[in-house]
């Protein structure tokens, strides 16, 4: 029943072949060249001791370190500069580096570098200077070349410094991190929990005026309320806050009032309610630009704590590598080694023609085929 329905397992993989055709003819043409090389060896060091001789195994995983500088921009650069006018396709070290990938090989040593590029040509020429070029960086970079781990320390550490004085004017400027308020607490200079700065003191005063104002108008409001229905005794004794005192009102006064003449006291009430209206709008349009800027202090502090960080971080990675580095220039290894140098590509490596198309065509038959089942598969369901 799916063999008669052939035509449908034939066209979708007619059709994903033609499109992958087509997406194949609209891939650029890269040749790729490929050269292998041996990094360095692992070696041992000795170390004299007053009572025996000791074994230091100070191993380093060579391979992993070449082949990270094999992508690097200062080999690109070095290439670039070694095959000045030799390209048929002018290339820069951006472009390089994205066209120039590495693999491991077998053993513990050996290793391929690829390099792509327009023309076979080109190919070979850039994959070879890379291959040629790449011990050079090697050691320069590990036999001895302290003064460049050395001058990037130094310019990291002033920007280290940049950033610590900054954080050190912003505590300064804001309160935040020095403790203020006693509710802070700093672990090693990086990390602040709950940060008590004047701006937020401030922020709690004027959010504690705002919620004592609400409260008094809501209360004006409770008691406005009941004498306009009527209610008797009224409630005045409510408005007895503190907050009152501040209106120049006193609650005898109030009280004598609702006993004596009730409409003289809802006219007190309007007008107080009034007046405490008129002061919430200001203190809350004041309160919420409280809260904008403890927001962007506290954005501020992470940003700058972020950024030292970061190059806290650097310069604690570049004081390591500086440690490092003085150890592998008292140790004699051997250099990067090419193993065999790349022939010129006699095809492209893209598009691949025969991957592609055979790809598409399973694709489409697996396609095919399984549309097939499901027809067949609803035509016995409508039987």
Do not use: C
């Not at 329905?5 to 055709?21: E, F, G, H, K, T």
């Not at 992993?64 to 650069?77: C, I, P, Y």
């Amino acid at each position: 029943m799916i063999a008669r329905r052939w035509p449908l397992i034939i066209i979708p993989a007619i059709i994903a072949v033609i499109v992958a055709a087509g997406l194949a003819l609209m891939t650029p043409v890269r040749y790729t060249a490929t050269a292998t090389l041996l990094a360095p060896v692992q070696l041992l060091s000795w170390r004299w001791d007053n009572k025996l001789y000791d074994v230091i195994d100070t191993r380093f995983d060579w391979r992993g370190e070449v082949m990270s500088l094999a992508g690097s921009q200062k080999l690109a650069e070095l290439v670039l500069a070694s095959v000045d006018g030799q390209l048929l396709q002018p290339m820069d070290a951006t472009a390089l580096r994205a066209a120039t990938s590495t693999r491991p090989g077998s053993g513990a040593s050996l290793f391929t570098l690829s390099v792509s590029a327009d023309s076979p040509a080109d190919a070979a020429l850039l994959a070879n200077a890379m291959a040629t070029t790449l011990p050079q960086l090697v050691a320069a970079s590990y036999g001895g070349d302290i003064q460049s781990n050395q001058a990037a320390l130094e310019s990291v550490r002033t920007e280290f410094d940049h950033y610590d004085q900054q954080l050190l004017d912003f505590r300064g400027r804001t309160g935040i991190g020095l403790g203020f308020g006693g509710d802070v607490a700093v672990n090693d200079e990086q990390q602040v929990v709950g940060a008590q700065s004047a701006i937020k003191t401030e922020l709690t005063l004027k959010n504690s005026t705002r919620a004592a104002l609400t409260d008094l108008r809501d209360r004006i409001d409770f008691v406005l309320a009941a004498i306009a229905a009527g209610e008797s005794p009224v409630s005045v004794g409510l408005l007895n806050v503190p907050e009152l005192e501040g209106y120049g009102i006193e609650i005898a006064d109030l009280l004598q009032q609702a006993q004596a003449n009730p409409r003289q006291l809802t006219a007190t009430l309007q007008a107080l309610r009034q007046n405490v209206e008129g002061d919430l709008g200001p203190l809350t349009e004041n309160v919420v630009e409280l809260q904008y800027e403890h927001a962007r202090q506290s954005q501020e502090w992470e940003d700058i704590l972020q950024l030292r960080g970061v190059w806290l971080e650097s310069l604690t990675a570049l004081e390591r590598r500086d440690v490092e580095l003085q150890l592998k220039s008292m140790i004699e290894g051997d250099r990067v080694q090419v193993f065999s140098e790349a022939t010129t590509p006699a095809k492209p490596s893209q598009p691949n023609w025969p991957l592609t198309l055979a790809i598409a065509l399973a694709g489409g038959l697996l396609f095919g085929f399984l549309l097939a089942v499901a027809v067949v598969y609803l035509s016995d369901a409508e039987a």
